[in-house]
């Protein structure tokens, strides 16, 4: 007859870690701590085997069962020295499911049973606290009735509610051990009257309940549901634990605290926890009564800070080390157990009863950015863990912390609204509507928040001063998240509650007004909208961080550039690791600080015929070689990709009336051929219309000039010394002509500036592969391309025909219903929009071997998607910059998880 109940208690365990299938998850970490010698309230756990054999055996129990479970509560008696169902000095215990995988609050727990009218007179004198016993009594009653009985838990809630209304009081703590008592006989009572028979007295007999509706609870609606969505197979079956009680809250001898084994939130090696006389576990996590400091050091501080003399520290606040002395020792000692064993650090629960310290849990401790990164490099430096440990130890969003102010996470604050968290860090400012506003308000030294229903260039210089930005319209890569993620800047994108009236200068939030002027605070790692000031901390960037980049870049084997447009961006980017630019958008730089670049622009724009269209491109071309040359004096040696212009021309056009006549004013016509441009290049579908290589071959004269600007740029700074080998890149290209075409004519260009400037400079024509016919005939574009750069926004775009600035009204509810698992702009769609980059870099290292490939998407900067790129091969990753220090973490990680270097 096989084994079907394991026993742990005493430093013994009968399973062990190992055990999983058998014992569940919790079984097998309750017999591993044993084993360790840590003092757990012993208990058994009865196999997952008997619960599938209890449904193939019609819900019977397997012969033999009953007879092992009492030879093992003998066991428990003895390790606890109280007895199941004794009147003097009861037992009690807890009974709960536990399957090999955690299925948090989907089944059921039964606490505190082996009371009846008799084993509560033993706990009254065991712990000499009468209240306590009853309200357990009441609670046990409550729960079984509930659980085993099937008896609708709201009954009980209003019995309770009656009795204090006749009591006259609101909180269930200021009923008495009489009030309690009685309610325990009001419970019996509508249980004897509404479902026809006695709550159970016997101990055994309420154990073979509690153990049969956990059993039953493994095939309740929930937990099915549950395995459903997680894929975790319904013969698995859950294990039953049946474990001692043991009571914080039995008197002045007895406390209950929580610990992690270091600074969760600074990762300082100190040990930090807090605990509380005469309580239960709850009564730490509600934070009704102030928990005590454990150690003595931590206790002082803690008093110095709160104004607390030492008489009244020691009186009312003593630490654990000065008030139970051996417990605190024993608690040390567990400290180096456990991290010793378990090689991270741990977050504990404990209770002391009677003197007698218990551990209720240890589990990796939830940790801040911070902590993660200094709690990894420290471990591997105090030989508990190795390099490779610790960079996959740390998750590389959490870096993400270190690198923007955040909000105090001690500040109590007013969310008013959610968005997307389209870029982190916090802002506070004064909100304002436009770019203008938001200029004019940063001049006169205002914080500002530039709020908009949706952001376009022209807001650039707008988002530039603006402290953070909010949207109402626009997913995660609309172009308020793209730019403000460039910028490092804080914004909330996409806030559907926000009605902006743009007008009037006022914007809405679930009936909050905000005025211009009015202070809000964002947190771009969240999307909350937050009223008025709210305190930000600025981010340190300890030693440790440094230490683990370092062996991040030893590791990896996928390079990592960044997406930057200006020098200030890339001079940030390089200071955070950057080993190139691999997309520079040049038509940010057409929105420069000087009116006369937005000018030229539109005069191109508006020019009749080629030869006007010449004359104002000759203006343009100055301020972009100047442009150049500053993005390559920034970036050195390091390889930079420019891509030509991109966008629809309308965007370079304003599209209300008040701009159109200041444009008309400037340019000297009249405001009607203003607005008769603006309708003729208006457009259904902007984003599938006339832009990017479209432009370059109607008007090739925008890309040559383009062309002729890098390379003079590159020429100039070449003479001066400086290696220079420009990448040219040609956006959303569908046909091998396009492609064809503009780079017969860039080399022409190139090859004349060389000539003319008399230097030769090495550099690359490549293109942007992001339509999916790009990447079915990558092998034919290949024979016209130096590289590919897999531009993954209007990929993902055309994959799955979902507009980029107008997804965030479906995109949210479709990942809220799983129809996706998650926004497909944020994480590449591996399996779709993976595919075409799959092929694309196939076939186009099928006609190129040495093809260099990369990604220059938003995806770009995401670690789930970094690792798909390591995987299919890619070359590099760009990203923003303040992704860099992330993406170099995550690539270095992916080469752990799939090594490419042999
Ligand atoms: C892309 O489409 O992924 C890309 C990088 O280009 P943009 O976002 O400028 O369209
Ligand atoms: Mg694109």
Redesign the pocket.
């Known amino acids: 007859m096989s084994k079907n109940v394991y026993f742990f208690g005493n430093g013994r365990a009968d399973g062990t870690a190992e055990m999983r299938n058998l014992l569940g998850g919790k079984g097998a970490n309750l017999a591993e701590m044993t084993n360790l010698g840590i003092p757990v309230p012993a208990g058994f756990t009865i196999t997952t085997e008997v619960c599938t054999a209890y449904y193939q055996n019609n819900r019977q129990w397997p012969a033999g069962l009953e007879e092992e479970i009492r030879e093992n509560m003998k066991k428990v008696e003895a390790a606890m020295g109280k007895g199941f169902g004794d009147v003097n000095n009861p037992l009690l215990v807890s009974v709960r499911s536990g399957a090999r995988v955690s299925m948090p609050g989907m089944m059921d727990t039964i606490l505190n049973l082996g009371l009846n009218d008799e084993t509560v007179q033993g706990l009254i004198k065991s712990s000499g606290n009468e209240r306590f016993a009853w309200d357990s009594y009441r609670r046990f009653i409550q729960m079984y009735s509930n659980v085993v009985l099937g008896a609708d838990h709201s009954k009980f809630e209003a019995i309770i509610e009656e009795k204090k209304k006749e009591r006259g009081v609101t909180l269930d703590n200021e009923l008495t051990a009489e009030d309690l008592k009685d309610l325990v006989a009001q419970y019996k009572a509508w249980i004897k009257a509404n479902l026809n028979r006695e709550f159970p007295t016997d101990p055994w007999e309420q154990l073979r309940g509690a153990i049969n509706a956990v059993f039953l609870s493994w095939m309740n609606p929930r937990a099915i549901t549950y395995r459903k969505l997680h894929k975790i197979p319904e013969e698995w079956g859950t294990a039953v634990n049946v474990q001692a009680m043991v009571f914080g809250n039995m008197g002045d001898n007895s406390a209950t605290g929580v610990a992690f084994t270091r600074n969760p939130s600074t990762g300082e090696n100190v040990f930090y926890g807090e605990f509380l006389i005469n309580a239960q576990g709850e009564d730490v996590v509600a934070g009704i009564r102030t928990p005590q400091e454990i150690s003595l050091a931590a206790s002082q501080q803690w008093a110095k800070e709160n104004g607390i003399s030492e008489e009244e520290r020691k009186a009312k606040y003593p630490s654990l080390e000065e008030y139970m002395p051996e417990c605190y020792q024993q608690l040390l000692e567990l400290r180096k157990k456990l991290e010793g064993h378990y090689k991270d650090m741990q977050d504990i629960e404990f209770t002391i009863e009677n003197r007698k310290l218990y551990m209720l849990q240890t589990r990796n401790g939830k940790r801040t950015g911070q902590a993660a990164i200094k709690i990894a490099v420290d471990m591997v430096e105090e030989g508990l863990i190795d390099k490779k440990t610790a960079l996959l130890r740390v998750e590389p969003e959490q870096l993400d912390q270190l690198l923007h102010p955040m909000i105090d996470p001690k500040a109590k604050v007013t969310i008013v609204g959610k968005g997307l968290p389209a870029s982190p860090g916090a802002a506070v400012g004064q909100v304002v509507f436009s770019a203008e506003d938001a200029e004019r308000w940063h001049e006169q030294g205002h914080k500002v928040i530039l709020v908009r229903t949706e952001t376009s260039p022209e807001d650039i210089s707008g988002m530039h001063v603006a402290q953070g930005i909010l949207t109402a319209r626009g997913g995660m890569?609309s172009h308020a998240a793209?730019v403000a993620r460039g910028m490092g800047k804080c914004c909330v994108a996409g806030c559907g509650e926000a009605v902006v009236d743009e007008a009037n200068k006022k914007v809405t939030i679930n009936g909050h007004v905000f005025k211009e002027g009015d202070w809000m605070t964002l947190n771009g790692s969240t999307g909350d909208v937050i009223l008025g000031q709210a305190p930000l901390v600025e981010p340190e960037i300890a030693g440790s961080f440094q230490t683990l980049m370092t062996w991040a870049d030893e590791v990896r084997t996928l390079q990592v550039r960044t997406?930057a447009d200006t020098p200030h961006d890339a001079k940030v980017a390089r200071d955070f690791g950057a080993q190139g630019i691999g997309?520079c958008?040049t038509e940010h730089m057409f929105f420069g600080p000087e009116p006369e670049r937005i000018k030229a622009v539109r005069e191109m724009i508006l020019a009749e015929d080629g030869e006007a269209r010449k004359k104002a491109l000759s203006k343009i071309l100055p301020y972009q070689k100047a442009d150049f040359i500053a993005i390559f004096e920034t970036m050195k040696d390091l390889p930079v990709t420019i891509?030509l212009l991109?966008?629809p021309l309308h965007e370079f056009l304003p599209h209300d009336r008040k701009g159109q006549e200041e444009m008309a004013k400037e340019m000297g016509i009249p405001v009607e051929k203003v607005i008769e441009k603006v309708n003729a290049l208006s457009e259904f579908n902007p984003m599938l219309g006339f832009r990017g290589c479209r432009l370059g071959i109607i008007y090739p004269e925008i890309f040559a000039t383009q062309v002729q600007a890098i390379f003079e740029a590159a020429c100039a700074l070449a003479k001066k010394g400086q290696k220079v080998v420009p990448e040219v890149m040609i956006?959303?290209v569908g046909t091998t002509g396009e492609l064809q075409k503009i780079r017969e004519y860039s080399v022409k260009v190139a090859e004349e500036v060389m000539a003319r400037e008399g230097v030769k400079l090495e550099y690359l024509i490549g293109t942007?592969i992001?339509l999916p016919r790009a990447a079915l005939i990558a092998d034919q574009i290949a024979e016209y391309a130096d590289f590919f750069?897999?531009?993954?926004?209007?990929?993902?775009?055309m994959t799955f025909g979902y507009s980029?600035d107008d997804a965030g009204r479906f995109l949210p509810t479709y990942v809220e219903q799983k129809i996706l698992k998650d926004d497909v702009f944020q994480k590449l769609d591996q399996e779709g929009v993976g595919q075409l980059l799959e092929i694309g870099l196939t076939k186009g290292r099928a006609t190129r071997p040495n093809l260099k490939v990369g990604i220059?998407?938003?995806h770009g900067g995401d670690p789930s998607s970094i690792e798909f790129c390591h995987k299919i091969g890619m070359d590099y990753v760009s990203c923003s910059p303040y992704r860099v220090p992330i993406a170099r973490l995550a690539a270095a990680q992916a080469e752990l998880k799939n090594p490419r270097r042999k």
Do not use: I, Y
């Open positions: 890569t793209v997406n997309l958008r891509r991109d966008p956006p959303l942007m992001e750069s897999f531009g993954t926004n209007d990929m993902t775009q980029r220059c998407g938003e």
